[in-house]
């Protein structure tokens, strides 16, 4: 089992930048996948933005495409999110995610809060 801790959540305004880190540990050698789910009030879990390290493949949901980007440091078994032009919409907790060897992903940290206001 891996153990993931989130940092850099925050209040921000509208249109502001956050970046979202996620340190990975328990494991030695470099994860299959890693990525961010984020919970908003009310509603359920949903997929932000992957990684699977084997392919160079990232993947974004359609809501923020083109202001996220997810990064990862293999070696490192860290994963970071960098959030640009924020919006209220985008005020969750986010979730780190991991997958040791394929997906879906097993294991997920605390979460990290986030918050946009207008």
């Known amino acids: 089992q891996v153990q993931l801790v989130e940092s850099g959540g925050g209040l921000v305004q509208a249109g502001a930048s956050l970046r979202l880190s996620c340190v990975a540990s328990?494991?030695?050698?470099?994860?299959?996948?890693m990525g961010w789910y984020r919970r908003a009030p009310g509603k359920d879990r949903e997929f932000v933005a992957q990684s699977v390290s084997s392919v160079g493949m990232t993947r974004y949901a359609n809501s923020v495409k083109g202001r996220f980007t997810i990064s990862r440091d293999n070696a490192k078994n860290t994963v970071s999110l960098q959030m640009n032009s924020l919006k209220p919409e985008d005020t969750a907790v986010y979730y780190c995610a991991a997958a040791l060897y394929t997906l879906p992903f097993t294991d997920w940290g605390q979460g990290t809060q986030v918050t946009v206001s207008s």
């Open positions: 328990g494991r030695s050698g470099s994860l299959y996948a």
